[in-house]
T-cell receptor, first 116, second 116 residues
Framework: AQKITQTQPGMFVQEKEAVTLDCTYD???????LFWYKQPSSGEMIFLIY??????QNATEGRYSLNFQKARKSANLVISASQLGDSAMYFC?????????????FGTGTRLLVSP | SAVISQKPSRDICQRGTSLTIQCQVD?????MFWYRQQPGQSLTLIAT?????????ESGFVIDKFPISRPNLTFSTLTVSNMSPEDSSIYLC?????????????FGPGTRLTVL
């Protein structure tokens, strides 16, 4: 079974609008972390935001916020006031466990296109 | 965050040859990670490299095909051996840094490999 599911292969948004990128996850571990990365066409992976399973509040980083719904096992990324430079692939990832090294598992990604 | 550099940034190689990718980090880290991203796909962990010990490979990846060196705490290399067109991918190294009570993986800029 997929650990991380991103059901939107592509999303379109107009500049200055907000957009939500969906991510659902599957784990039985009570301790886990959820990450979002941005990958521009250059190929680098840029860390955007992190949400821990025990965090009481939704994570925010500038224009990025994470809509964390634990019961639904969803961790959607919200980008406010989209900019042309936000056009990229976006990957959701999960790490299970809280001790030692646990690898990141990535979703299949969502391609976001911001239009003027 | 972490400053990570990779060399080469891209290369075009002939089948049957080998390519060594270098990853340099701006400060000492315990573990370094190597990922592969095949065209249009998500990231898959190849192996984890600790300084002074053998790398730990994920299922589907073997040392003969992807030998890894970790001579010190700021440097690692990944070799893609006996290449075939199926090895055409972006190869990324990453390291973990503690940020806000969690370890976040930061990625290098990637090496875009094309095998003819």
């Amino acid at each position: 079974a997929q650990k991380i599911t991103q059901t939107q292969p592509g999303m379109f948004v107009q500049e200055k609008e907000a957009v939500t990128l969906d991510c659902t996850y599957d784990t039985s571990d009570p301790s886990y972390g959820l990450f979002w990365y941005k990958q521009p066409s250059s190929g680098e992976m840029i860390f955007l935001i992190y949400q821990g399973s025990y965090d009481q509040q939704n994570a925010t980083e500038g224009r990025y916020s994470l809509n964390f719904q634990k019961a639904r096992k969803s961790a959607n990324l919200v980008i406010s006031a989209s900019q042309l430079g936000d056009s990229a692939m976006y990957f959701c990832a999960m790490r299970e466990g809280s001790t030692g090294f646990q690898k990141l598992v990535f979703g299949t990604g969502t391609r976001l296109l911001v239009s003027p | 965050s972490a400053v990570i550099s990779q060399k080469p940034s891209r290369d075009i190689c002939q089948r049957g040859t080998s390519l060594t990718i270098q990853c340099q980090v701006d400060s000492q880290v315990t573990m370094m990670f190597w990922y592969r991203q095949q065209p249009g796909q998500s990231l898959t962990l190849i192996a984890t490299a600790n300084q002074g010990s053998e790398a730990t490979y994920e299922s589907g990846f073997v040392i003969d095909k992807f030998p890894i060196s970790r001579p010190n705490l700021t440097f690692s290399t990944l070799t893609v051996s006996n290449m075939s067109p199926e090895d055409s991918s972006i190869y990324l190294c990453s390291v973990e840094r503690g940020v806000r009570n969690t370890d976040t993986q930061y990625f290098g800029p990637g090496t875009r490999l094309t095998v003819l």
